[in-house]
């Protein structure tokens, strides 16, 4: 695809910082099957994109992102081998931002809930407004948080720490998750944008081979450790998929999100 075909992502360019905004505010940002095969593209052709050297990733509206789509989660339960297609996008996700030779920044602009969380703390740098949260509460759907937050929590809080927020799905509020190192900085709300935009133009201005050769150096170890986790963690994520407490907890969840 080229940038200019996505729907669910909205791309935009201020200099060469190239911004990509996840654009479902009505359902805050909540992925969907197309939003999640975009985000499978995404990172690969905002890479390949000579006219950039920054990339910002972003929510419309008041959220980062919600995670999962109740609506998807109950099509993945009823058509159980869609999931392996989900599967392979979830590890083109995660191993293209790995990839991405160009500095990748959150702005974590509303709640970060689920892969939301996952997608903002694989970028390289995350800036949160102080009156957003993370969390990711696969468990409180009843399944494995095999999208990589089981990679990517325990790197960067330590592995007690992350296995209590995995194991409950508690929410993090942004400046905790910035004291603990989740995050790098939480920031009034407005001074995020403001923040995010001169810490880009920081990074467009300073020698851009040598920022991308030592992303490209650090990310070798997240890499090998994505590589030897993410394919146990999807295939426990597809087991509990076909759960019988998946399928209660998201009736619940429906329920309650129309108001039964």
């Not at 200099?15 to 805050?28: A, F, Q, W």
């Not at 960067?156 to 929410?171: P, V, Y």
């Not at 190192?181 to 880009?200: C, Q, W």
Request: proline content about 3%; overall charge negative; charged content about 25%.
């Amino acid at each position: 695809m080229k940038l200019g075909d996505y729907e669910a992502i909205a791309v935009t360019r201020r200099g060469r910082v190239l911004t990509l905004t996840m654009n479902r505010p009505e359902r805050l940002n909540a992925v969907d099957a197309q939003l999640h095969t975009e985000l499978s593209r995404i990172f690969v052709d905002a890479a390949n994109d000579p006219d950039s050297d920054v990339i910002v990733l972003t929510g419309a509206g008041r959220a980062f992102c919600a995670g999962g789509d109740v609506g998807w989660m109950q099509d993945a339960i009823d058509n159980p081998d869609s999931f392996e297609v989900t599967m392979a996008e979830a590890k083109s996700i995660i191993f293209s931002l790995l990839d991405c030779p160009k500095p990748t920044i959150s702005r974590i602009n509303g709640p970060a809930v689920g892969l939301g969380a996952t997608l903002a703390l694989f970028c390289d740098i995350s800036f949160a407004a102080e009156n957003a949260y993370l969390s990711d509460p696969h468990v409180s759907i009843g399944m494995v948080a095999g999208d990589g937050g089981a990679v990517i929590w325990p790197q960067l809080i330590g592995f007690a720490r992350a296995k209590e927020f995995l194991f409950t799905g508690d929410r993090i509020d942004a400046r905790r998750a910035a004291e603990i190192g989740l995050i790098n900085r939480a920031i009034p709300a407005e001074e995020l944008s403001a923040t995010v935009d001169a810490f880009a133009d920081r990074m467009v201005a300073g020698a851009t081979k040598a920022i991308r050769f030592t992303k490209v150096t650090v990310n070798l170890a997240l890499k090998q450790l994505a590589s030897s986790i993410m394919d146990a963690g999807l295939a426990y994520e597809a087991l509990t998929n076909v759960s019988r407490d998946h399928q209660l907890l998201v009736e619940r969840f429906r329920a309650k999100s129309q108001g039964r």
